[in-house]
């Protein structure tokens, strides 16, 4: 048997050295587990020889490492390592060993293995340890790592053992010189001060008497003064960083004692120093902020004299530290960690803290004012309850900054003080906070409207210096602290200066909040805003519409000024304002469903000129309506030409100046209007694009048209014909001359005439100029003339007069239509100016049967003409665009034709007469070769006929010769090669027979036959199927003629319809 149990023990150390003869290339993980899996199989028979093979010279130090790792790992899985003494003696060894007799790596090995092993051997280990370490000697750097991994993994075991091992630190500490066993022995006792703070909340576990942590903290005491003030001042960078590290444990157990304290607290000066000459210096903070901590919970302040070196040192972390960009993330838990220290100073030395505060900011050091001031607002915002009684030098800190020009302490100055009106340390705003908070606002506005040097960072600090100071003023509001009328009046004094545009939202907030205190103040008694320098209601009322049309500028600037109308309404606005408690939140509720992205300026404009409206309706007194107008004129000359809020004003105050009353103030007004509006300034024509310029123009010409057509005809003409056309005459320098005493026909003439004048001022298209023009100015201008011919026909006595400047109009007309590029329609100015001219074709003086012709025959060139009319390839919106502009053509042709109707007295020679007229206009395009041009022809003569027809249902039927005639020249049509024509033709033959009493019975067959061959004339027929149906259709027209021959052959004869 003993030779079976030899032969096998040799069998598996044969295997053994096998694998561990393996080169050191090799993966040591393989070799592990390869050994760890023969162990499990035979570990009586593996586990000696393992332990054999550590005691032996010959291995090397990558094989004895492999073997510490196999036995760590099969002690995890449960397996007991035999012998354990022979393991211990070896493992000691290599942790007694010198570097230079054995490599680092075997001794870390068989440190971990150790500290495994105690798990079930812990005291003959803890007993080789103990021998090894002795008194005044220094230790091994490898046996106080694992007397620190043994005291982690076995707290209870190990506290016994505690109080000798500290005790022979301690003497053998001072002895110790070299930096490893140095950070060793910080390690150890970091791990140690763990174990102990284990055993202090849990010591019932133990199962020995208990240790009290007074007790504990005797023995940890010298360790921490010979680590603070030996190691501390004069060790290398990686001590000092082992010692900060060991330093927070070991305060831990330190600190609870009052009578350690005072000795803890002479070592401040040296935990300063190490900002210095440290680079964690989130370390030294973090063991500061635990001082402080103990010191506030033992109500044991430090002494007062390291108030203000703690106040240097961390201030100048801040600074120095701040200016690092990117911030590392370990700087922003050392800010933090400061903010806590500050407000733990706080709350042991108030006055002390202040007055070092105070004494700082008065030398004029901008980083350290700024971070002071910073620090400043955050220990006030915490309330503290020790630092209100002494708010009286808080506010002196914050008055000892006022006299810097700094812009960043001007910032820090503003958040202060707003941070003292929120906590109630100040008791008003008024006076020196206010006067502050003013100068600050201008002096911030005056910088970016008239900057005389380059702003650091593009203004931002201005803006942000603006800001707080709006912000500071809403505070005041929201607190309680600023309820005077001094404060009221300089909140409206910003928001009706331009230069404070930026700010409008936050003064905004505050105006609101302050008009709901002074409503519970005054109630219902007083009926504006006040008096003393403040704006009226309608100067106010006029800001702020301005302001509104740009409605989510400055963060939610439109709901804003609409919250402070409506706040505003029981004081000042009761008549106008009377349903804004509906109308305004319906307007917020509708900005509030919107994003810059998706609202749309026009319906946004749309809806604020509809809300001006419905308040101006309300106002009792017509006066108040033309006040408003009067403001809204004034502020015209705040905005650029090109901007948004112009072109709105424009449109309120002809809005505005259409429900005034009285007739002499909108007069005086729109004469006032005109003489002091300079848009050809040569500054603006330099700084003002043409598209801005033209935008304006296009807003003042709908001005002159809304208020020609809804001012009193009565009351207005008069005035705008003596006063009106004098200003714009005076202006453009125009040789006009009108007899004001003349009839009503002068008066509106004279009124077109300013018109006119103010085009030639604003540089619009007024001679007869070819080229594109501005389609917002053509579609204004159209619609100008189509209001004012409008007005005048609507007035009884319109057919007393004559128009002078008609001819005028309708060159100005004419041109634009000539100038529409006929390849592309992309907005509707044909469609525009087609009814302008329809509308100026009835305003007298009537023109002649020529000029009627030319006018049909330009309008008809611009319509027919272009290629792109119906093509089924366009957009839907395009396609819109065209039916539009045909439509438009068709009337205006119809209306041309019917004042020749008017001009023949008998109604059959009347008619004949149109009908001629009418095929001559047309017959140019329907002989074109072009099929677009034929379609679009025949398309315009349907509805002229059906129109026609529907109007003159009572005259006569057309004569056989002039029936058959128009036959003649239909008939060839109806065999056109493009379908759209053969139907054309078809809807023209069959308003001809309808005018021939088809409605009878017998007509009614007829228009079924009619209805059946058109079917045949569509598109996808055929050329037989055409042929044979226009002979069919050829037939029913001979039925219904009264000529023996055949309508179609009247084609062969001479006429002169289509000349």
Not at 94 to 122: G, I, K
Not at 245 to 261: A, C, E, G, N, V
Request: with cysteine; net charge neutral; aromatic share 6%.
């Amino acid at each position: 048997m003993t030779d079976e149990g030899e032969s096998s023990s040799e069998g598996h150390l044969h295997s053994i050295s096998h694998l561990l003869q393996l080169p050191e290339a090799a993966s040591q993980k393989e070799v592990v587990l390869c050994i760890v899996k023969a162990a499990r199989s035979q570990p009586a028979a593996v586990i000696p020889v393992l332990v054999m093979m550590l005691q032996q010279d010959e291995a090397s130090a990558w094989q004895k490492v492999a073997i510490y790792r196999s036995l760590r790992a099969m002690m995890e899985h449960g397996l007991e390592v035999e012998p354990a003494g022979e393991f211990i003696l070896a493992a000691s060894k290599h942790l007694r060993a010198s570097p230079d007799e054995v490599p680092r790596e075997l001794q870390a090995a068989a440190s971990s293995t150790l500290a495994t092993f105690a798990c079930h051997h812990f005291h003959p280990i803890m007993m080789e340890l103990q021998h090894q370490l002795k008194p005044f000697a220094p230790p091994d750097e490898f046996t106080l790592l694992t007397l620190g991994k043994i005291a982690a993994s076995n707290v209870y075991s190990c506290v016994p053992f505690l109080g000798i091992t500290l005790t022979t630190l301690q003497t053998a500490m001072r002895r110790i010189e070299d930096g490893r066993r140095r950070r060793a022995l910080c390690t150890a006792l970091e791990q140690m001060c763990g174990a102990i703070r284990i055993y202090l909340r849990t010591w019932e576990r133990s199962s020995y008497p208990r240790i009290s942590v007074q007790q504990f903290s005797a023995y940890l005491l010298p360790l921490y003064s010979c680590m603070t003030r030996t190691w501390l001042p004069g060790c290398d960078a990686q001590v000092q960083l082992a010692v900060l590290k060991t330093l927070s444990p070991i305060l831990r157990l330190l600190l609870p004692r009052t009578d350690f304290q005072a000795q803890i607290y002479s070592d401040i000066s040296l935990l300063l120093a190490q900002y210095d000459s440290s680079t964690e210096t989130f370390l030294v903070t973090k063991i500061l902020g635990q001082i402080l901590e103990a010191s506030l919970v033992n109500n044991n302040p430090i002494p007062r004299e390291h108030v203000g070196p703690l106040t240097c040192a961390l201030v100048r972390q801040i600074c120095t530290r701040g200016q690092k960009w990117p911030p590392h993330p370990q700087c922003e838990e050392n800010f933090k960690e400061i903010a806590r220290i500050f407000l733990r100073l706080a709350r042991l030395h108030p006055s002390g803290l202040m007055g070092v505060f105070q004494g700082k900011v008065e030398k004029r050091q901008e980083d350290v004012c700024v971070v002071l001031l910073m620090l400043f607002s955050e220990i006030v915002g915490a309330q503290l309850p020790e630092l209100w009684s002494r708010r009286q030098l808080c506010v002196r800190v914050v008055k000892a900054a006022l006299g810097d020009d700094s812009t960043r302490v001007r910032l820090a100055t503003l958040r202060a003080i707003g941070r003292l009106l929120r906590t109630s340390y100040l008791e008003r705003i008024e006076g020196w906070p206010l006067n502050y908070v003013s100068l600050q606002m201008a002096v911030s506005a005056h910088q970016l409207t008239h900057p005389t040097l380059s702003l650091p960072l593009g203004g931002l600090e201005e803006k942000a210096i603006g800001i707080a100071g709006a912000e500071v003023l809403h505070i005041a509001v929201a607190s309680g602290r600023g309820t005077s009328q001094e404060l009221w009046t300089k909140l409206l004094s910003y928001l009706m200066q331009p230069p404070y545009v930026a700010l409008v939202t936050p003064l905004c907030h505050a105006l609101r909040l302050l008009a709901e205190q002074r409503l519970r103040w005054v109630g219902h008694k007083q009926n504006g805003l006040g008096t003393g320098g403040l704006p009226t209601p309608q100067e106010l009322m006029a800001r702020l519409l301005a302001l509104a049309v740009s409605p989510l500028e400055g963060t939610g600037r439109g709901a804003a000024v609409l919250l402070l109308m409506n706040a505003l309404r029981p004081e000042a606005y009761r008549d106008v304002g009377e349903h804004w408690w509906v109308e305004i939140p319906a307007l917020v509720r509708y900005l509030e469903g919107h994003s810059k992205y998706t609202l749309e300026p026009a319906a946004w404009e749309a809806k604020l000129l509809e809300f001006l409206q419905k308040s101006l309706r309300r106002s009792e007194a017509g006066g108040w309506n033309l006040v408003l107008g009067k403001e809204l004129a004034k502020q015209l000359n705040t905005y650029h030409n090109c901007s948004a809020e112009k072109g709105f004003l424009y449109k309120a105050l002809g809005m505005a100046l259409s429900a005034a009353g009285d007739a002499d103030g909108v007069a005086q007004t729109l004469l006032d209007l005109l003489l002091h509006t300079d848009y050809m300034e040569e500054a603006q024509q330099k700084s003002l694009p043409e598209p801005g310029r033209g935008s304006v123009k296009s807003a003042l010409l709908l001005l002159y048209g809304s208020t020609t057509v809804r001012a009193p005809w009565e009351q207005l003409l008069p005035l705008l014909a003596s006063e009106f056309v004098r200003g714009s005459c005076a202006i453009t320098h125009l040789n006009c001359q009108w007899d004001i005493a003349q009839g009503e026909g002068d008066r509106m003439g004279a009124i077109l005439t300013a018109v006119l004048s103010v085009l030639q001022e604003l540089g619009c298209p007024t001679g007869r100029k070819k080229g594109a023009t501005d389609a917002e100015l053509a579609l204004s201008f159209s619609q100008c003339v189509s209001e004012i011919s409008l007005s005048i026909l609507s007035k009884g006595d319109a057919p007393s007069f004559c128009l002078p400047q008609k001819r005028l109009l309708l060159d100005l007309l004419v041109d634009i239509i000539k100038a529409e590029p006929l390849d592309a329609l992309v907005s509707p100015v044909r469609q525009q100016v087609m009814v302008a001219l329809r509308h100026l074709s009835h305003v007298p003086e009537q023109l002649s049967r020529e000029e009627n012709q030319v006018l049909a025959e330009v309008a008809m060139s611009s319509g027919l003409r272009s290629s792109s009319f119906g093509a089924a390839s366009l957009p839907s919106s395009v396609q819109v665009l065209h039916t539009g502009a045909l439509t438009s053509l068709s009337e205006l042709v119809e209306t041309l034709l019917e004042e020749e109707v008017v001009r023949v007295e008998q109604r059959e020679s009347a008619n004949l007469q149109w009908f001629q007229q009418a095929f001559q206009l047309l017959g140019y395009w329907m002989v074109s070769e072009r099929e677009w041009e034929r379609a679009r022809a025949l398309q315009l003569g349907v509805h002229l006929l059906r129109t026609h027809c529907q109007k003159t249902s009572a005259s006569p039927r057309i004569p056989p010769e002039q029936f058959s005639l128009l036959a003649g020249v239909l008939g060839p049509f109806t065999c056109d090669v493009l379908g759209s024509i053969r139907q054309g033709a078809v809807d023209c033959i069959r308003v001809l027979l309808s005018t021939q009493g088809t409605q009878r019975p017998r007509g009614r067959l007829v228009s079924w036959q009619l209805h059946c061959i058109q079917r045949k004339l569509r598109s996808e027929s055929s050329p037989r199927e055409v042929h044979t149906a226009s002979l069919q259709l050829a037939k029913v027209f001979n039925g219904q003629s009264q000529i023996g021959g055949s309508p179609f052959e009247e084609l062969d004869r001479p006429t002169n319809i289509l000349v």
